[in-house]
């Protein structure tokens, strides 16, 4: 049996429903408190799930909480995750890690130094879609990897999230700090550290309109790039093409492509944990399937369309598995897999590509970070429920 970790919640926003969620999939962590610098959203979420709100503060100085569940808005991640640090707790972020390396890297190094774990989402590259497409390639069933293509592009979070103003803020706003830390967390597990990027951006109109909630309807200012178009050469020499947008309305490719000298493959959403796998060995042949709706973490758990245009209808989302692993491996003292080395070189592979793109310059990637182990039906059946 696994210890049960105590966790306190900060950040009582709209993705916190999905964490507590996670206590029906997983056996190892309970989120005990909650705090939020809007007392009315914690106490509305203490009632909703029957525990304790308290200050953020007084969280952070409980005795009982163990782990601190960071589920602030990015531009709070580094504040409240180095004091979780500084009052001895270990802490789980939402992604990114932080908005920029220089806050990034102070919590790499004050988590060392403290000896407590320090884990960041996304933890979907650990679900069945994008553990499938590893194995595939660590297989090297499409040969050596030498190019590929990764897609994020949608109109942008206006229309369903109620407060969508820091998606669009002038340093923690755009596409880039947004989704790419999946695709590139996706990339790393799948291809391993990055060491060069390129690219351009583009700044799309200059007045939102809020398409939900009490604010429905008001218009706020954008104040980043909402384009940005890559290309990232990984250590291993494969060259990837990465477009990550919130001015298309819509389109019709796959989230990830990869081409190896011996074929291709088609990596699932590196935004969800479950969908198929496809490859393709030879010009004009069909693409073989894998299916990865029976694997644990691949499972349909989710049948209700979200707004977001290229979201399959039904899908699986295990967020919250990474928190579990992170449980698990500080009981066992192992690495865990959504660690700081990973998300620090995701998050200086964000910077550097929204440098790369606004100076027109190649970025070379100063730091890297070894590829995360694949994830065994084993070890995931260790904290499941
Ligand atoms: N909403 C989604 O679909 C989604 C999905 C995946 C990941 N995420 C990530 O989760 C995080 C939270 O997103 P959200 O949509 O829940 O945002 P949200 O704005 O709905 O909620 C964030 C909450 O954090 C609180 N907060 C902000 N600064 C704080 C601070 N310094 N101390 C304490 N509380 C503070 C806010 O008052 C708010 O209640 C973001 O990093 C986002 O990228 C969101």
Redesign the pocket.
Known sequence: MNKVFKVGL???????E?YFRAHKYFNNFKIIKC????NH?SKKCAKTYGIKALS?NDLLNDSEVEIILN????K??Y??AKKSLLNNKHVYS??PMAINTKDGLELLKLARRKKLYIGN?PDTFLGGGNQKAKELVEKKIIGKINLGNAIFAFPGVQSY?P?PE?WFAKKEGGPVI?MGPYYLTALVNLLGPAKEVSGSLMKGVKKRTIGIGPRKGKKFKVECPTTYLSTIVFENGAIIRLTLSFDVIAHNRNHIELYGNKGSLIVPDPNMFGGSTFTCKKIGEKWKEYKTNKMPLGKINIRTQSARANESPTNANY?GVGLAEMAYCIENKKLNRCNGELSYHVLDIIQSTMKASKTGKKQKIKSTCNKPNYFSQKEIKKILR
């Open positions: 900060i950040g009582c926003g709209h993705i916190a999905t705090a939020d610098i809007n959203a953020v589920l602030t808005i990015p709070a991640h504040i409240v939402e992604k989402a999230h407060n820091p947004d967020r």
